[in-house]
């Protein structure tokens, strides 16, 4: 799987966007970008994937640069309940047994602070 | 709707002890993974079973095995704990062409002293 770089941390202004960046260089065709972030000692909480497209969903949106080689993850009013890590993992599902699977690597991820 | 439930929460082992973290999901998926985390680390995949009845080595293996009890339950099992398993254990699950989208549960804190 394809490894990625992510900025130990960052911070954000509540109610303003949080750009979150992703270099994926080595990124095959058959990998997707997926966002987590883990909040506090929680359990990883799954956020948006993407193949090739921009994707939205309720929570964030994901910017794919053209190439694939670089994403974007972006939280459009951050929250204080937003500061958390954020991963960035690039990987492609398996298949086996009649379903797919996706093993995928954490890396460190970004500390993103929100403050008021 | 629990989704993935994880026991015990909290464990203390002394060094040479046995424990089984168990973990039953509620969303009848196919697939069931195990994970650790070190402090300040990300997640590292010890062993994961894609669906019922098989199981395979992830990243980090050594010293766990795992057992696909029914498609709900996997569980972890350490037969000799030794300090550098101290760590917390994440379960997660994932179905089908989301096979990327895991579900995790809380984690279980382990120390082994």
């Known amino acids: 799987d394809a490894k990625t770089t992510q900025p130990p941390s960052m911070d954000c202004a509540e109610g303003r966007a949080a750009n979150l960046p992703c270099n994926h260089s080595t990124i095959s065709g058959n990998e997707y970008v997926y966002w987590y972030r883990q909040i506090h000692s929680q359990g990883p909480q799954y956020i948006i994937h993407g193949l090739k497209n921009n994707e939205t969903n309720e929570m964030a949106s994901l910017i794919i640069t053209e190439d694939r080689k670089s994403s974007t993850l972006i939280l459009p009013h951050a929250t204080l309940r937003d500061t958390a890590v954020y991963y960035c993992i690039v990987g492609r599902l398996f298949n086996a047994g009649g379903t797919s699977y996706g093993k995928l690597t954490f890396g460190q991820g970004t500390i993103l602070t929100v403050h008021p | 709707n629990a989704g993935v439930t994880q026991t015990p929460k909290f464990q203390v082992l002394k060094t040479g002890q046995s424990m089984t973290l168990q973990c039953a999901q509620d969303m009848n998926h196919n697939s069931m993974y195990w994970y650790r985390q070190d402090p300040g680390m990300g997640l590292r995949l010890i062993y994961y079973?894609?669906?019922?009845?098989?199981?395979d080595k992830g990243e980090v293996p050594n010293g766990y095995n795992v057992s696909r009890l029914n498609k709900r339950e996997f569980s972890l099992r350490l037969e000799s704990a030794a300090p550098s398993q101290t760590s917390v254990y994440f379960c997660?699950?994932?179905?089908?062409?989301?096979?990327?989208?895991?579900?995790f549960g809380e984690g279980s804190r382990l120390t082994v002293l």
């Open positions: 079973s894609a669906s019922e009845g098989t199981t």
């Open positions: 997660a699950s994932s179905e089908g062409l989301a096979g990327g989208e895991l579900f």
